[in-house]
């Protein structure tokens, strides 16, 4: 398919100027909060329209299924649309049919209209990450500069996970289950109308006359098949028949695709960046970070709402420290852009991840508030400065003309760490209970004869098993952690990364 391209007789103009450019980053922010903010509210509404449908918990399970796998493998493909047509174009696109996906959505009538009207708003959410990262490097050329509007724009998807739960609890109390996806209208016309009004359209100066549609094609049916397993192995057992037919559809897609870019003019993941070993260290440091973070801290609301009792707004409060610490944090790391290596400010930021993440190892049903918020906050803190530093050197070390293509395999490289992360923990969660139970029992004696305290014995047998089973798993996540801290101390970062021009078009 013939796409249009840049003229190359178009005058480039300014990326942004000192007044408009950071407006840019209050857009993109508003866009990434506002498609983050709807995946964590959805979640709080499921009860409701589990009841409301008439389905059951399984079946509302593909609501979240759905988005996942549509979000998964739209990423690369708007990455390489975003290169060649035009970012501006592209992320508009995106926002519009995001808000037209979210009323849809907030007017779906069962299951099926529901899932279909998700994949809408994942499809058209997709759009948001390669684009915006792409518009925040070249409108924010400065090094130091770039990695503190990277960093920031990084910690708005933090926050819209603290206050998705506080926003949409509320919301649905009040308004109904409806209302987490009709609210997207008025903040999603604010942010296009922001888009128009700041952002200033580039394309890459590099000519592209085919889209990698095959490409596009067999890469989203293996990471179908990947985030479908992902998600529902534990679900299903990881050696079961679905997971090894999903496995096999993986490695059969992945080889055709390897197969189509080693051979297309213009692929949509361009393998030469797997050369570049700046690239390839801080995305291995990215998907240890992502894995165990996932892994560890997809368990604080099941643990907090299981043993301490808390609720879901409850749990909400527990989280809001760790936003205000990455807003704070991410600062920090861009300011230290040009005086500290990259690989020194990601080893420490990631140590002190660790060391947060580490301290959750200590969890018990008599630990208070602060044992969660202390925890959290050091593991933001950590996570915030280093996050700057991290994105800044995919945008750095990469031709400008295809950094929306290599931002969109950071954030595949991230979304599916992280869903690796989930898997891997929940499962480590499920036979550590069971080993431990099993452990217990055999070196334990019940002497009592009333059933009654013989079940209460029983139970706290079981307790004993869960909390030191979460224990383990969130050391196991420390541990990953501090190997990522290793692992950034490989990054080296060329001092002579020259970013190629940009074409930019005034509107």
Do not use: C
């Not at 005058?11 to 209050?26: D, F, K, M, Q």
């Not at 534990?234 to 059969?252: C, F, K, Q, R």
């Not at 080993?435 to 217990?440: E, G, N, P, T, V």
Request: no cysteine; glycine share 8%.
């Amino acid at each position: 398919m013939d796409l249009p391209i840049a003229s190359p007789h178009e005058h480039p103009v300014p990326a942004g100027s000192s007044s408009t450019r950071w407006l840019v980053l209050l857009t993109v922010m508003v866009g990434t909060f506002l498609g983050r903010l709807d995946q964590t509210i959805v979640n709080l509404a499921l009860p409701k329209i589990i009841n409301d449908f008439g389905i059951t918990v399984s079946a509302a399970g593909w609501i979240a299924t759905a988005y996942i796998l549509a979000n998964a493998i739209f990423v690369p493909v708007w990455g390489k649309l975003g290169d060649t047509i035009g970012r501006k174009k592209v992320y508009i696109i995106g926002f519009v049919v995001f808000i037209i996906g979210s009323i849809l959505a907030g007017l779906s009538w069962n299951l099926t209209s529901m899932i279909a009207f998700r994949i809408i708003q994942a499809i058209a959410g997709s759009a948001d990450y390669p684009t915006a990262m792409a518009i925040l490097a070249i409108t924010f050329r400065e090094g130091k500069e770039r990695a503190q509007a990277l960093g920031i724009w990084s910690a708005s998807f933090a926050a819209a996970t603290v206050f998705g739960p506080l926003v949409g609890g509320p919301l649905i109390d009040t308004f109904g289950w409806r209302s987490v996806f009709l609210v997207n209208l008025p903040v999603g016309i604010v942010g296009l109308l922001m888009a128009l009004s700041f952002i200033k359209e580039s394309t890459s100066e590099k000519k592209t006359s085919v889209f990698d549609w095959w490409g596009a094609l067999t890469l989203g049916s293996a990471l179908s098949a990947l985030v479908l397993v992902l998600d529902k192995g534990l679900e299903w057992g990881w050696l079961s028949t679905n997971s090894i037919i999903a496995y096999s559809t993986v490695l059969v897609f992945m080889a055709v695709f390897v197969a189509i870019e080693r051979h297309h003019p213009d692929p949509i993941i361009d393998f030469k960046f797997f050369r570049i070993p700046a690239f390839v260290h801080t995305l291995n440091n990215n998907i240890i970070i992502f894995m165990g973070m996932m892994g560890g801290i997809f368990l604080i609301p099941i643990f907090v709402q299981t043993f301490l009792g808390y609720d879901a707004t409850q749990s909400g409060y527990l989280f809001m420290p760790m936003a205000f610490m990455m807003l704070i944090a991410a600062p920090i790391g861009g300011n230290l852009t040009g005086k500290v290596e990259p690989r020194y400010v990601i080893a420490a930021s990631t140590l002190v991840a660790a060391l947060g993440i580490s301290l959750f190892s200590r969890l018990d049903p008599r630990s208070g508030p602060l044992d969660i918020i202390i925890p959290l906050s050091i593991m933001a803190f950590g996570l915030g400065f280093g996050m700057p530093q991290r994105t800044n050197i995919i945008a750095s070390v990469v031709p400008q003309h295809e950094i929306g293509v290599a931002s969109s395999i950071l954030a595949l490289a991230r979304n599916i760490a992280g869903a690796f992360g989930i898997a891997i923990f929940g499962t480590i969660l499920q036979h550590t209970t069971e080993a431990r139970l099993l452990r217990i029992s055999m070196w334990s004696t019940i002497h009592l004869t009333n059933a009654l305290d013989y079940r209460r014995a029983i139970g706290l047998m079981i307790l004993k098993a869960q909390v030191a089973s979460y224990g383990d798993v969130f050391a196991i996540a420390s541990v990953l952690l501090g190997i990522g801290a290793v692992s950034a101390l490989f990054i080296r970062v060329p001092k002579n990364t020259s970013p190629h021009e940009e074409v930019f078009i005034e509107s």
